[in-house]
Every structure is written in C-alpha cells, then in structure tokens.
C-alpha cells in the first residue's frame, strides 16, 4: 500500500479533482473522479468513506440510460458494498 504522506497526496488530488469538475459542470468528469476516489478509499480499508462519495453521484444518475462511467461506478460500488457487508473495512 501506499505509505501516508502518498496516501494523503492522492486523497487531496481526487478531492481537487471533483472540486475542478463540479466548478465546471462536468458531470462525467465528477463521476470519474468520485468512482476512482472510491476506489481508493475502498483500497485503503476505508469502505463506508467510499460509499459516502461514490453513493451521491450513483444516485443523481440513477434515473438516466446507462453508460460506460455509469456501468463502472455502479461496480465499484458493489465491490464496497460487499466489502462493507463481509466487515472488512477497517476505519484509520
């Protein structure tokens, strides 16, 4: 895993990242960089932290057709989800 001054660097560049796409309106933009914070999160055993920012995005898409992005986050939610039920997140 990464050491906590690389996690800490990747955390604030995903959170750049999002504040960048929701200042221009670039919602693909966001659900990209929401999915992959997601994912780090997820990766570094912070699971419910993940939902917290994968969820909201999931959910304003909710009512729309299906796309790649879409079929991508809703996956990596699940990968969460069951991370979550199996109580394998462990908080930091």
Same mark, same amino acid.
């Given at each position: 895993?990464?050491? +906590?001054?690389?996690?800490?660097? *990747? ?9 960048? *796409? ?9 659900? %990209?960089?929401? /999915?992959?914070?997601? %994912? ?15 969820? +909201?995005?999931?959910?304003?898409? *909710?009512? /729309? +057709? +299906? ?11 699940? /990968?969460?989800? *069951? ?10």
């Amino acid at each position: 895993g990464l050491g +906590p001054d690389a996690a800490a660097k *990747a955390e604030e560049s995903y959170r750049n990242a999002i504040d960048i *796409a929701v200042r221009q309106g670039a919602k693909g933009w966001q659900l %990209r960089a929401c /999915t992959d914070y997601a %994912r780090f999160l997820d990766d570094q055993l912070r699971s419910a932290a993940g939902k917290g920012v994968l969820e +909201p995005m999931l959910e304003a898409y *909710a009512n /729309t +057709p +299906p796309t790649k992005d879409g079929v991508k986050a809703a996956a990596v939610m699940e /990968t969460i989800k *069951a991370r979550l039920l199996a109580g394998k997140d462990e908080p930091r």
